[in-house]
C-alpha cells in the first residue's frame, strides 16, 4: 500500500498506444514526467501512499507546497496533456489523478494549481521553442527524420560479416572484465575501440584524426598499469579489483578522473564531435564502466560527481538544442553508468541502445515507452544526489520529447 501511486502509474505506460501518431512523443515526455514526480516524491517524502501524503499536507505547510506542487505537475504533465483528441489517454490516468486529488485537497489547492501551471512548461517548450531545432536541419531537412527510416537491408549492423570481429572482441571484453586479468579486458578493449572507429567512419569525407581513439587508449593504459600496481598482480580482474585492492582515498581519485577521460573518449557527448557511430561500443562500456568505476573506484568517483553531472546535464541540454541525438544518449548514457545500483547499470544499458532503435525501426509506440521509460529512470537515478539538476534534466527530457511529434508525424 506504500507503493500505490507507483503501481497506479503503470497505467500511464499504455498512453503512447492510445495516443494519436504525431503525439508518439509527447507521450514519451509524459512517461518522463510521471517518473519524475514518482521519484521526487519517494525521496522526499519517503512514501508514495496517498493516505500518509494526506497526514503530511495536513500537518506541515512546507509538505503541503512540496506534494501540491509535485502533484499538480504529474497531473498536468503526465495525465492531462497534450493530446485531447485520445480521451482514453485521460482515463489511463484518472486513478492516478483521484489518488493525488486526495492527498492535496483541500489544504495543497494553491501548490496544486501551481504545479499544474509547471507541468505544462515542457510541452509549451517543445511544441513552440525546441521543435524548430529539431525540424530544420543544415540542409533543410532533419537529422532524426533522415535517420527515422533507414534502409533495412543495408544497414551497417546488419552486415555480420563486418560485425563478427567486433562482436568476438566485445565478448572477450566482458568475459575477461568479469573473469580475467585487466590486462586482457582492456587490451580487447583498446582493439574494439579501434576497430570500431575504422568501421564507422565516413569514407565518403576526409578522415579526420583519431583525437577520440588515442585518448582512450592512452586513458585505458595509464588506468591499468595504476590499478595493476596497487592491486600487486597483473591477474587481478575488474570485478576482484574493488574488492580486493587496497585503493587509498587519493588512488581512487585519480583512478576515477583517468577513467572519466576514457568514458567521454568512447562515448562522447555533445558538443564533441562523434568521429564514429558504434553500435556495440556503448554496451560494452557501460558494463566496463560499472566494474572499473562504480565498484573499483567508488570513492573517487563521489569526489568528482557533483562537476561531472554538471557537466553532463549541460552537455545533455545543449545537445536537445542543438539537435544531436547521438549526444543526448552518450550524455544520459554516461549520467547513469557512473551512479552505482543495479537501476542506474539498466537504466544506462538500456539508453546505450537508444540509438541503435532510432536508426534500425521508425520511431513507434513500443518505441515511445522505452524511450519514456530509461528516460525516467536516468532522471530518477540523478535525483538521488543532485535534485536541481534531475529536475532540470527531466523538464529538458521531456521537452525534446515533445519537439519530436513534429518530425515523427512526417515519415508516419
Known amino acids: 500500500m506504500s507503493e500505490l501511486l507507483f503501481w497506479l502509474s503503470l497505467p500511464l505506460l499504455l498512453v503512447p498506444w492510445a495516443a494519436c501518431d504525431d503525439r508518439r512523443g509527447a507521450a514519451a515526455g509524459q512517461l518522463i514526467i510521471a517518473g519524475l514526480g514518482l521519484a521526487a516524491l519517494h525521496q522526499g517524502v519517503g512514501t508514495l501512499d496517498p493516505r500518509d501524503l494526506h497526514d503530511l499536507v495536513a500537518r506541515s505547510g512546507s509538505d503541503a507546497w512540496f506534494i501540491g506542487l509535485t502533484a499538480g505537475f504529474m497531473i498536468s504533465g503526465g495525465c492531462l496533456f497534450p493530446d485531447p483528441r485520445r480521451w482514453v489517454r485521460v482515463v489511463l490516468g484518472v486513478p492516478l489523478i483521484a489518488a493525488l486529488l486526495f492527498a492535496v485537497l483541500p489544504q495543497g489547492t494553491v501548490a496544486l494549481l501551481t504545479g499544474a501551471l509547471i507541468g505544462v512548461l515542457p510541452w509549451l517548450a517543445g511544441r513552440f521553442l525546441l521543435s524548430r531545432g529539431w525540424v530544420r536541419g543544415r540542409r533543410g531537412e532533419s537529422d532524426v527524420v533522415a535517420?527515422?527510416?533507414?534502409a533495412p537491408l543495408t544497414h551497417p549492423l546488419l552486415r555480420l560479416d563486418r560485425r563478427v570481429p567486433s562482436l568476438l572482441l566485445a565478448t572477450l571484453v566482458m568475459i575477461a572484465a568479469r573473469f580475467g586479468p585487466i590486462v586482457v579486458a582492456l587490451v580487447a578493449l583498446v582493439a574494439l575501440v579501434w576497430r570500431e572507429w575504422w568501421l564507422n567512419a565516413d569514407t565518403a569525407a576526409p578522415r579526420?584524426?583519431?583525437f577520440l581513439p588515442l585518448l582512450a587508449s592512452l586513458a585505458l593504459g595509464v588506468w591499468g598499469w595504476l590499478a595493476m600496481t596497487i592491486a600487486g598482480s597483473p591477474g587481478t580482474s575488474l570485478w576482484a579489483f574493488g574488492?580486493?585492492?587496497p585503493v587509498s582515498d587519493a588512488a581512487s581519485e585519480w583512478l576515477a578522473v583517468i577513467a572519466i577521460a576514457w568514458m567521454i573518449a568512447m562515448l562522447p557527448p555533445w558538443?564533441?564531435?562523434q568521429l564514429f557511430r558504434s553500435r556495440i561500443l556503448p554496451v560494452v562500456a557501460v558494463a566496463v564502466v560499472e566494474l572499473a568505476v562504480t565498484?573499483?573506484?567508488s570513492s573517487g568517483l563521489d569526489h568528482w560527481q557533483p562537476l561531472l553531472t554538471l557537466c553532463l546535464v549541460v552537455a545533455a541540454i545543449g545537445a536537445s538544442i542543438r539537435r544531436h541525438p547521438d549526444g543526448l544518449a552518450a550524455a544520459l548514457v554516461l549520467l547513469a553508468a557512473t551512479r552505482a545500483g543495479p537501476m542506474s547499470v539498466i537504466a544506462a544499458s538500456l539508453?546505450?541502445?537508444?540509438?541503435?532503435?532510432?536508426?534500425?525501426?521508425?520511431?513507434?509506440?513500443?518505441?515511445s515507452v522505452y524511450v519514456g521509460v530509461t528516460g525516467a529512470m536516468i532522471v530518477a537515478s540523478v535525483l538521488r544526489d543532485q535534485v536541481l539538476l534531475a529536475v532540470m534534466l527531466g523538464m529538458v527530457l521531456a521537452s525534446a520529447a515533445n519537439a519530436l511529434d513534429h518530425v515523427v508525424a512526417g515519415p508516419s
Open 351 to 367: 539508453a546505450a541502445l537508444i540509438p541503435i532503435g532510432r536508426r534500425l525501426v521508425r520511431p513507434g509506440r513500443a518505441y
Open 271 to 273: 558538443p564533441i564531435r
Open 243 to 245: 574488492s580486493t585492492a
Open 295 to 297: 565498484r573499483g573506484s
Open 208 to 210: 579526420p584524426l583519431p
Open 147 to 150: 535517420d527515422a527510416v533507414p
